[in-house]
């Protein structure tokens, strides 16, 4: 089945040393986000690629950064973890384009534990 | 900015029952509106997808609506059983701001036995 998939599930990191989510698809989709999401909140919109195209949002801290090193794979590394950004990171795809269907379509999430 | 409200924030239902969950938009210039269901401790599973023209969409028990000129969409869930206790989140697709979601907060739904 086409799906999208993250490893690992879950991932226990000390505070300041570097990590890296990883995320693959089979969809072919165009497009590949990441999201983080706390506790009880919405998913919030770390950055996104759009092909080759990187996307940050204004918010995310630089600590942040994102690598796609072709269309199935895309990674979030964060390079000082601190005790607020554990989490769930979220990885999603979709198609893009001027118009048509823009469904998104989600991994299972890494948990992210910061000691 | 767009910002999505979801209204209950936390819902209990006995089994059976058939229940509505309400999301609102501030900006009706929208591509589409997702609905999405998360487990705990999972990701999202997307439920229906409402294009801007159409007006509902169902999907076995479910069936979610749009009124864009009001800026609402509600997902009605039929007949509730427990494997529907879950959070349920809606999300839009933003025109003029890139290939993006603005999520909900979620409605919290517990269905009991």
């Known amino acids: 089945d086409a799906m999208v998939i993250q490893n690992p599930r879950y991932q226990v990191t000390q505070f300041g040393k570097p990590v890296t989510l990883s995320c693959s698809q089979t969809?072919?989709?165009?497009?590949m986000y990441w999201y983080q999401q706390k506790s009880s909140q919405a998913p919030k919109l770390l950055f996104h690629?759009?092909?080759?195209?990187?996307?940050n949002e204004a918010d995310t801290p630089d600590n942040f950064q994102s690598r796609r090193p072709n269309t199935s794979f895309c990674f979030l590394d964060i390079r000082s973890p601190g005790l607020g950004d554990a989490a769930m990171y979220l990885c999603?795809?979709?198609?893009?384009?001027?118009?048509?269907?823009?469904?998104?379509?989600f991994g299972p999430g890494t948990r992210l534990t910061v000691t | 900015k767009q910002e999505v409200t979801q209204i209950p924030a936390a819902l209990s239902v006995p089994e059976g029952e058939n229940l509505v969950l309400n999301c609102s938009f501030t900006d009706s210039a929208i591509y589409n509106l997702q609905w999405f269901r998360q487990d705990p401790g999972k990701g999202l599973t997307s439920l229906l997808l409402?294009?801007?023209?159409?007006r509902e969409q169902t999907s076995g028990r479910l069936n979610a609506s749009l009124d864009k000129s009001s800026g609402r969409s509600t997902l009605y869930i039929a007949a509730s059983q427990p494997g529907d206790s879950a959070t349920y989140l809606c999300a839009v697709w933003i025109t003029g701001g890139g290939n993006k979601l603005t999520f909900g907060t979620g409605t919290q739904l517990k269905v009991e036995l």
């Open positions: 690629y759009y092909d080759k195209d990187f996307n």
């Open positions: 969809l072919n989709h165009n497009v």
């Open positions: 409402i294009q801007s023209s159409q």
């Open positions: 999603a795809t979709s198609r893009g384009g001027v118009s048509g269907v823009y469904e998104q379509y």
